[in-house]
């Protein structure tokens, strides 16, 4: 198995180390094989590929952070066709939230995904993708 060296704050390490511990991982590595499993198998659903499909994307920042906002306005510009509303909110004092329909296909998506996700001082970032046809035959409890 290959060894790869990961630059990360010490905060974060802090807390992978903690997460490993409290979850029963045998380290830091296991945890990090997990989650980029996890991480590149998230857009290779099948039932997907092909398909017209909507998301929402929610992106949350630190209101002080101006150099986020204007990445999600040139985001928001560089991927218009498949960005079909946006959404601008303060939460709390010092937080600002941006919220993203998108109407696309799996590639689109999740390269918009993508990008907003390698964005520097995100600090957090969910979604949700769903084939346009079967939104009305979803319940309140089903979703991604």
Request: net charge negative; charged share 30%.
């Amino acid at each position: 198995m290959a060894v790869v060296s990961v630059s990360m704050p010490d905060e974060l390490l802090e807390r992978l180390d903690q997460f490993a511990d409290d979850h029963g991982y045998t380290g830091r590595s296991e945890v990090v094989r997990e989650a980029s499993r996890n991480l590149l198998g998230e857009f290779e659903d099948t039932r997907l590929e092909d398909r017209d499909l909507m998301g929402i994307v929610t992106v949350l920042f630190d209101y002080e952070t101006t150099s986020v906002e204007e990445r999600m306005i040139a985001l928001r510009h560089e991927h218009e066709e498949l960005v079909a509303s946006n959404f601008h909110s303060h939460v709390g004092d010092h937080y600002c939230m941006e919220l993203f329909v998108l109407e696309g296909d799996l590639e689109g998506i999740s390269t918009f995904v993508g990008k907003i996700r390698a964005t520097q001082d995100v600090l957090s970032v969910d979604y949700s993708v769903n084939p346009v046809e079967d939104v009305g035959h979803l319940s309140p409890s089903d979703g991604n």
